[in-house]
Each structure stands twice: as structure tokens, then as C-alpha cells.
């Protein structure tokens, strides 16, 4: 990506009265969740300065802040890019995530309140009907609520970070990645499932059923049925002209 090729490039975004920092970072994160910042792409700090109508300082902020949570890489040579995963550190990081979240539910069952059960059910809920109404954008939003809802109720700080940063990482793939799950009804079923586990304050059996839900698109990507989801980037090889830059 050029930001030179983009028509309204030249056009300053106004920004609220959050801090400048935080606009920014809330516009690029949003940018790459979204799928329009893609991984890989290069965030040149002067062409983010002209869009943001701001100076480098808050940029700098943003930036180091979204490296924080996993969604920019930041390396001496090619500075800030949109974090970038083959697909084998894709299929590593499922498993490390199936690791923590089953070790996260373990720690949550006969934690959890009342209240977060109900925040849980209600996000069942709500997955049930985007996919009976073929709203994948929604169901994929509930989707990862429902999954850091279960880490949170851990209580446990550090592996809730290190989960954040991880699932930072895999973010820009994730909604690509639901296709390989294929039936989002069976997803929903699946949920329910685990949320019936954690109603019965069944912790192991609630950790096997969320670690089977998690392997399901991990199965698919280790079997070779995906190979679109992942592309080769020529800057990996050093390719200066073939760089995708914003």
C-alpha cells in the first residue's frame, strides 16, 4: 500500500479530544482489525503525520503502544510495519493460545460470578443470532469478547497480558481464519457447550471442549486446506521496491 496512491491522502482526518496519541493509535488499530491496514504494510511516520494532521511525537506514541499489543512490529531496519505471521508462526500461535486459554478457563470456573456468567450467556446469545442472520463481522466481534471474557475471569494479570499480545498478533488473520471453521452454527454449539461446562463449575471438561473448539481451524491449516491465507511477502527477502507501505 502507497499512501501516495490514495486520492484523499492529502486530507488531514480531524481528531476528537482524546489524548493525540490515543486518536491515533485507536485509528490505526482500528485500520488494521479492520483489514485495511494489512500485515506487512509499512507505517512511514511521515505519511501517518500528513493523514493525522499531527506531529511525530503522538505517532511515535501510537506506535510503541500497538507494539505493546502485538499488532506493529517495530525493528531498526524497517521501522514500524503491520505485524506479519507466516503461517506456520500463525499455526504456533493457535497452539499457544489453545495453552493459554485452557489453562485461563481452568483458573476461571470457580472464580467467575454470577454476573460474568450472564455476560457470557448473553454473548452466546448474540453469536447465535449473527449466525442465523449470516452477520459474520458481529459474530466474529462476540466471538473474541466470549474468549477474553474467560481469560479475564482468570484474575490472573500476567497471562492475560501475555493473551492480549498474542491474539494481537493473530488479529489481522482472525476473520479470514472463521472461513476455515466453516459452519458458524457449529461454532455457536460449541460455545454453548463450553459455557454449559463452566455453568456446572466443571473446569477440566469446560478446558477439553474449549481446547477441541480451538483446534478445529488449527486442523485445517496443518492439513494444507488453506494455503491462500498466507502469502509470501517479498520484503522478508529484502525486496525494497516491492514494499507495501501507508
Same mark, same amino acid.
Not at 485452557?102 to 467467575?112: D, E, I, S, W, Y
Not at 481464519?177 to 459455557?195: D, F, Y
Not at 486446506?225 to 516491492?242: I, K, M
Given at each position: 500500500?502507497?499512501?501516495?496512491?490514495?486520492?484523499?491522502?492529502?486530507?488531514? &482526518?480531524?481528531?476528537?479530544?482524546?489524548?493525540?496519541? *490515543?486518536?491515533?493509535?485507536?485509528?490505526?488499530? *482500528?485500520?488494521?482489525?479492520?483489514? &485495511?491496514?494489512?500485515?506487512?504494510?509499512?507505517?512511514?511516520?511521515?505519511?501517518?503525520?500528513?493523514?493525522?494532521?499531527?506531529?511525530?511525537?503522538?505517532?511515535?506514541?501510537?506506535?510503541?503502544?500497538?507494539?505493546? *499489543?502485538?499488532?506493529?512490529?517495530?525493528?531498526?531496519?524497517?521501522?514500524?510495519?503491520?505485524?506479519?505471521?507466516?503461517?506456520?508462526?500463525?499455526?504456533?500461535?493457535?497452539?499457544?493460545?489453545?495453552? +493459554?486459554?485452557?489453562?485461563?478457563?481452568?483458573?476461571?470456573?470457580?472464580?467467575?460470578?454470577?454476573?460474568?456468567?450472564?455476560?457470557?450467556?448473553?454473548?452466546?446469545?448474540?453469536?447465535?443470532?449473527?449466525?442465523?442472520?449470516?452477520?459474520?463481522?458481529?459474530?466474529?466481534?462476540?466471538?473474541?469478547?466470549?474468549?477474553?471474557?474467560?481469560?479475564?475471569?482468570?484474575?490472573?494479570?500476567?497471562?492475560?497480558?501475555?493473551?492480549?499480545? +498474542?491474539?494481537?498478533?493473530?488479529?489481522?488473520?482472525?476473520?479470514?481464519?472463521?472461513?476455515?471453521?466453516?459452519? +458458524?452454527?457449529?461454532?455457536?454449539?460449541?460455545?454453548?457447550?463450553?459455557?454449559?461446562?463452566? #455453568?456446572?463449575?466443571?473446569?477440566?471438561?469446560?478446558?477439553?471442549?474449549?481446547?477441541?473448539?480451538?483446534?478445529?481451524?488449527?486442523?485445517? +491449516?496443518?492439513?494444507?486446506? #488453506?494455503?491462500?491465507?498466507?502469502? *509470501?511477502?517479498?520484503?522478508?527477502?529484502?525486496?525494497? #521496491?516491492?514494499?507495501?507501505?501507508?
Amino acid at each position: 500500500m502507497n499512501l501516495n496512491d490514495d486520492p484523499e491522502a492529502g486530507l488531514a &482526518r480531524p481528531l476528537d479530544n482524546r489524548t493525540l496519541w *490515543e486518536q491515533v493509535m485507536d485509528r490505526l488499530r *482500528e485500520d488494521i482489525l479492520a483489514g &485495511r491496514l494489512e500485515p506487512g504494510t509499512e507505517l512511514s511516520e511521515v505519511a501517518l503525520a500528513r493523514d493525522f494532521g499531527t506531529s511525530r511525537g503522538p505517532l511515535r506514541e501510537a506506535l510503541g503502544r500497538l507494539a505493546s *499489543e502485538g499488532l506493529v512490529t517495530i525493528t531498526p531496519r524497517r521501522g514500524a510495519v503491520v505485524t506479519q505471521l507466516s503461517r506456520e508462526e500463525f499455526i504456533d500461535a493457535y497452539q499457544v493460545r489453545e495453552a +493459554l486459554e485452557t489453562l485461563a478457563v481452568r483458573l476461571a470456573v470457580p472464580l467467575m460470578s454470577d454476573a460474568e456468567l450472564a455476560h457470557l450467556r448473553e454473548m452466546c446469545e448474540l453469536m447465535a443470532r449473527a449466525a442465523r442472520d449470516d452477520e459474520v463481522r458481529l459474530f466474529f466481534d462476540t466471538n473474541q469478547s466470549f474468549h477474553e471474557a474467560l481469560v479475564r475471569g482468570s484474575r490472573n494479570r500476567k497471562l492475560h497480558e501475555v493473551h492480549r499480545v +498474542l491474539v494481537g498478533q493473530m488479529a489481522p488473520y482472525l476473520p479470514r481464519s472463521l472461513e476455515l471453521r466453516g459452519n +458458524l452454527r457449529q461454532s455457536v454449539e460449541e460455545h454453548e457447550a463450553i459455557l454449559a461446562a463452566i #455453568d456446572a463449575r466443571d473446569a477440566e471438561h469446560a478446558a477439553e471442549l474449549l481446547a477441541e473448539h480451538i483446534e478445529v481451524p488449527q486442523r485445517v +491449516l496443518e492439513s494444507d486446506a #488453506d494455503q491462500a491465507l498466507f502469502r *509470501e511477502d517479498p520484503t522478508f527477502a529484502g525486496d525494497t #521496491d516491492h514494499r507495501r507501505r501507508y
